[in-house]
């Protein structure tokens, strides 16, 4: 990748330029025609674009040599295919990485890539900080400071590809091959942008990642998640982590205004779940709060007749954190109760610890009082320097 997309993109007096990362290929043909081209060669240069952005991985309008030269003068001139800012990459011993990004406005999210034996694992973002404030969730201690745009999503996974060398796409050995969105941020509190971002990925004529391999993460936000899976049709995991509302409202604040009663109906009406696409409920394991025989019990009880499984998390720690994680005995022998009971329950494996990568340590620097910097938008923005 060139250096030149961290470069300033214009002069402070200049106008800014429009960031097509995050456009339809409409939209890319309406910049197109705003540009000088005719309406029937717009639609042709959107398609050679769209090529470039998504299947080369072209980060510069000038190695995009399908289009004519003076079409690449005026692109540059007055468009952007900047990339945002890698402020900070760690390496775990594990073999997982992190990047901490940098937006045009100075707003930071961090973004995970888990590798397995047979398969990659891009963890997104879906917004500067988060608004649910769930107990044991580092990224909850970061406040909401905005939704990210539809650009800014899938430009995490531009950047990762920019980092492992993965242009231009490949239909064999890909080392992303799955997309969890389950990042900073509740998705289903952005959804227009989250559902722009993933039909970008899942394009075939582009990166083309497959909706059964896209799994979007939510706390409960009750009247999305039909939503969710009739415009998307991606896997659905919720973040159960208590089998009652008293202890819900408290680690998972949102359980006040949708309490389980309401979640779990609104995933037994989710659209394409059936036995061979289940459900991924999680479940963090907290030491002397839900980790009882009786609890297994009543989640199996929870969540009789769902195609459902369960994911159960060791509680990864962060400075501050208020709890401790169960006893690994503890875990597996949830874990068995769940399994006699019918479940396919598994115990994830912490990855990523020692770079706080793992699930629920996100947290980037960005402040609040930033917000105001640049109001959100459908599209995406001018990346930084």
Request: glycine share 8%.
């Amino acid at each position: 990748m060139t250096q030149e997309a961290f470069k300033p993109a214009e002069s402070p007096d200049a106008a800014p330029r429009r960031q097509l990362i995050g456009l339809s290929r409409d939209e890319l043909g309406r910049e197109l025609a705003a540009l000088g081209e005719a309406p029937a060669r717009a639609s042709l240069r959107a398609k050679q674009l769209w090529h470039w952005l998504y299947h080369k991985g072209a980060d510069d309008f000038d190695s995009m040599t399908t289009l004519a030269k003076e079409l690449r003068v005026r692109l540059s001139k007055h468009c952007s295919i900047a990339r945002p800012e890698i402020v900070r990459e760690q390496r775990s011993k594990d073999g997982t990485r992190k990047w901490l990004l940098r937006f045009a406005d100075g707003c930071e999210v961090e973004v995970v890539y888990i590798p397995e034996d047979d398969r990659g694992a891009l963890c997104i973002s879906s917004q500067v900080g988060c608004t649910l404030t769930c107990s044991f969730c580092h990224t909850g201690t970061q406040r909401l400071v905005r939704d990210l745009t539809a650009g800014e999503i899938i430009a995490q996974l531009l950047v990762a590809r920019d980092r492992l060398g993965e242009w231009p796409r490949a239909t064999e050995g890909r080392l992303i091959t799955n997309i969890v969105v389950m990042g900073m941020g509740e998705p289903l509190l952005n959804f227009p942008n989250v559902a722009a971002a993933l039909k970008l990925a899942m394009d075939k004529e582009g990166i083309g990642i497959s909706r059964r391999r896209i799994t979007l993460s939510t706390s409960g936000i009750v009247p999305m998640i039909e939503r969710c899976g009739r415009e998307l049709g991606v896997n659905l995991a919720v973040s159960l982590h208590a089998v009652n509302d008293e202890l819900r409202d408290q680690l998972v604040p949102i359980n006040k205004k949708y309490p389980i009663a309401e979640l779990i109906e609104a995933c037994r009406r989710y659209p394409g779940a059936h036995n061979a696409r289940r459900i991924t409920f999680e479940y963090v394991m907290l030491k002397g709060l839900n980790d009882a025989p009786d609890d297994a019990r009543a989640l199996a009880r929870l969540l009789r007749g769902l195609p459902a499984k369960i994911n159960l998390i060791p509680f990864n720690s962060w400075p501050g954190a208020p709890f401790e994680c169960s006893a690994r005995a503890r875990i597996a022998a949830f874990a068995d109760l769940l399994n006699a009971e019918g479940y396919t329950a598994t115990v994830r494996e912490p990855r990523g610890r020692d770079i706080l990568a793992a699930c629920g340590q996100l947290k980037s620097a960005s402040e609040r009082t930033r917000a105001h910097r640049r109001p959100p938008t459908a599209t995406g923005a001018e990346a930084p320097p």
